[in-house]
C-alpha cells in the first residue's frame, strides 16, 4: 500500500500550486484523507482534511480562504490546490489515509495509518 505525493516545488509569493496524491495497493473510497506540512524546525501539523466522499472538509485557519482539498474516488487520489501563496506555507508536504472505514475528516496525525513520501514546496521570492 503506497501513497505518492507529487507537485510541491520553487514559486513566488502569490502563485499557486497542485499537489497531488495517488493511492496504490488498496482503494481508499472509504478512508478520509489529509493533508499536512512540516516547516524547518517545526512539528508537522493538519492543514486539511476531506471526508470519503468529499462532502466534508476541514481546514486550518492559517489556509482557510486559500487552499482547497479534492479527491477522485475513481482516480484514488486526493488533491491540494494552494492559492496565493506566503512564504509561511513553505514546508514539506504529506498526504496522508486512515484506515478503511473510517470516513469523516479528523485532524489528528495519530488518526491516519497510511503517509506519502512528502513533496517540498517552498515559496520565495
Known amino acids: 500500500v503506497q501513497l505518492q505525493a507529487s507537485g510541491g516545488g520553487l514559486v513566488q509569493p502569490g502563485d499557486s500550486l497542485r499537489l497531488s496524491c495517488v493511492g496504490s495497493?488498496?482503494?481508499?473510497?472509504?478512508?478520509?484523507m489529509g493533508w499536512f506540512r512540516q516547516a524547518p524546525g517545526k512539528e508537522r501539523d493538519i492543514v486539511a482534511s476531506?471526508?470519503?466522499?468529499?462532502?466534508?472538509?476541514y481546514y486550518s485557519d492559517s489556509v482557510k480562504g486559500r487552499f482547497t482539498i479534492s479527491r477522485d474516488l475513481g482516480k484514488n487520489a486526493v488533491y491540494l490546490q494552494m492559492n496565493s501563496l506566503k512564504p509561511e506555507d513553505t514546508a514539506v508536504y504529506y498526504c496522508?489515509?486512515?484506515?478503511?472505514?473510517?470516513?469523516?475528516?479528523?485532524?489528528?496525525?495519530?488518526?491516519?495509518?497510511?503517509w506519502g513520501q512528502g513533496t517540498q514546496v517552498t515559496v520565495s521570492s
Open positions: 496522508a489515509a486512515r484506515a478503511p472505514g473510517y470516513k469523516v475528516v479528523h485532524t489528528a496525525q495519530g488518526s491516519y495509518d497510511y
Open positions: 495497493g488498496r482503494s481508499f473510497s472509504s478512508s478520509g
Open positions: 476531506i471526508n470519503w466522499n468529499g462532502g466534508n472538509t
